[in-house]
């Protein structure tokens, strides 16, 4: 038997849908956030609490800065509402915060500085080296679409606060799990437009689509951002193959929340399953 992890992408996904998925499973929060610390990141809080969409229970992971007017108040690539960048108190019930230190000092980070801050930290090697593979594809997007070199793409692009902690979140919950497989779906993609640092831009974020090359998506009809940048370097780092959910035993279901409602269910929705091996005769 193998250890499956299955994203159900119904809805889409972000860096923070990923993070609440994943929690949901019953993970340790305490051990998540005590490792989240070795990465000697300040300016933010975390707050996990519990709520619910259309009745079902689900994991909401938010990173709440110190100062929303930072420039680090944007996604990695473009300033979404869809999933990261609504930070509103009032959506949380049940919520519980761990506070960090903070540090407003403006902040502006390349590619580069961000490779430093997760090599220079006290992470296993393993979530530092499938940290900087998240970035790096979030990174060439960027320079793709803003016609730069790679570090010449700064803060906002690559070095947002809440983009750091969700890209090394995912990683070491990844870690924590272990699991010998990691699938997805297919991505589902929205359509209209959304405010960026830029100006207003195209949905699909032109990041987004760049980064997503070669993996199979569809239109699912929906006004409104469903992937984000980094949800799509994430899931595109993790997943092994983009596939229908293969013949496996769920052993859990987990729910992460996305942050606006759409009619669809914004909810990332997450199986850890076990495979049986096929036996060569």
Known sequence: ???????????????????????DLGLDQDKFLKELNKLKLTGYEIEISTVQKNGITATDFKVILED?????NLEVGHQHEHHEHNHSQEEHSHGEVHSHSHNSAS??????????????SNLSQKVK???????????EAEAKVHNKDINEVHFHEVGAVDSIVDIVGAAILVEMLNPDHIYASTLPLGTGFVDAAHGRIPVPAPATIEILKGVPVYSAGVRGELVTPTGAAIIKTLAEEFIELPEVEIKKVAYGAGKKDFENTNLLRVYQAKKKMKKNF
């Open 68 to 72: 929303k007017s930072h420039p680090d």
């Open 107 to 120: 902040v502006q980070r390349n590619f580069n500085d961000i490779k430093k801050l997760i090599n220079q």
């Open 129 to 139: 080296d499938l940290s900087i593979d998240i970035f790096a594809k979030v990174a």
């Open 1 to 23: 038997m193998s250890d499956i992890l299955y994203f159900d992408i119904n809805s889409g996904i972000s860096g923070d849908m990923t993070i609440a998925s994943l929690l």
